[in-house]
């Protein structure tokens, strides 16, 4: 049986596994499944993962969530080059440093400029009031300002002269608010270049195709089954509002 991974990339974490196996040719069946259309609740998707988030990955009997868990599964299984996860000490220690960082900084105000920005009034129908708009931007703000000043610094990439899992993790999650139409890159020289060495170093092909869903949201949402989402509104709003 091929290895399988389980992923929808309007999901930031799901977009970085994509990208790391797709840039080291790592063989997948690529598993479509749709969280706004709640197929993570499925019954077979449940037999994949209790956890009923995505990304997901099945080799043969084995199953695995979590994003990170997942590509340093793959990093061991298929001896991916040394620059994503190095032996080096300190680069790996940086590299950590990002990951345990980012959850609770940049992925969680990413994803509520996102919600907050997008999907809150267009799917929900619920109008978002301008004083958690200016919170969240508030927040999102330092997160960036630390990507630029603490974990960048005068460095081509996070952990050093190259791209690491580290900037993979970073550039999807910083992605997610530019598509709900805010450019989070306008005004900061330095980040802009940084994810345009990103996107060179993972291939601008391949950055464009794990970024077009989610590029292209503003416009998908319009065409979105509204009533499919509305069994998860009292939690999206618990957990944003």
């Given at each position: 049986m091929a290895l399988e991974l389980y992923l929808?990339?309007?999901?930031?974490?799901?977009?970085?596994?994509?990208?790391?196996?797709?840039?080291?040719?790592?063989?997948?069946?690529?598993?479509?499944?749709?969280?706004?259309?709640g197929e993570q609740y499925g019954e077979e998707f449940g037999k994949i993962s209790l956890i009923r988030k995505v990304p997901a990955l099945r080799d043969g009997d084995f199953c695995l969530a979590e994003s990170i868990a997942?590509?340093?599964?793959?990093?061991e299984k298929f001896k991916t080059p040394d620059f994503w996860y190095p032996?080096?000490?300190?680069?790996?220690?940086?590299?950590?440093?990002?990951?345990?960082?980012?959850?609770?900084?940049?992925?969680?105000?990413?994803?509520?400029?996102?919600?907050?920005?997008?999907?809150?009034?267009?799917?929900?129908?619920?109008?978002?009031?301008?004083?958690?708009?200016?919170a969240a931007l508030e927040d999102l703000n330092g997160s960036l300002k630390l990507v630029e000043e603490k974990f960048i610094q005068d460095r081509p990439f996070i952990a050093g002269d190259h791209i690491s899992l580290a900037d993979l993790v970073a550039i999807v999650e910083i992605m997610q608010p530019v598509g709900s139409g805010l450019d989070v890159f306008e005004g900061r020289p330095k980040l802009s270049a940084?994810?345009?060495?990103?996107?060179?170093?993972?291939?601008?092909?391949?950055?464009?195709?794990?970024?077009?869903?989610?590029?292209?949201?503003?416009?998908?949402?319009?065409l979105m089954d509204a009533s499919k989402m509305q069994f998860l509104k009292p939690k999206i709003l618990k957990l944003f509002m």
């Open positions: 929808d990339l309007l999901s930031q974490p799901c977009r970085s596994v994509y990208m790391f196996a797709k840039k080291n040719n790592i063989p997948f069946d690529f598993k479509k499944l749709s969280l706004m259309d997942i590509m340093l599964y793959l990093a032996a080096d000490l300190q680069q790996r220690a940086r590299i950590n440093e990002y990951l345990s960082w980012q959850h609770m900084a940049i992925r969680m105000h990413g994803s509520k400029m996102f919600w907050l920005r997008l999907l809150i009034p267009k799917i929900l129908g619920v109008e978002v009031p301008q004083d958690k708009l200016d940084w994810r345009d060495r990103v996107q060179a170093a993972i291939g601008k092909e391949l950055f464009d195709e794990a970024h077009q869903a989610i590029l292209g949201a503003q416009e998908s949402v319009t």
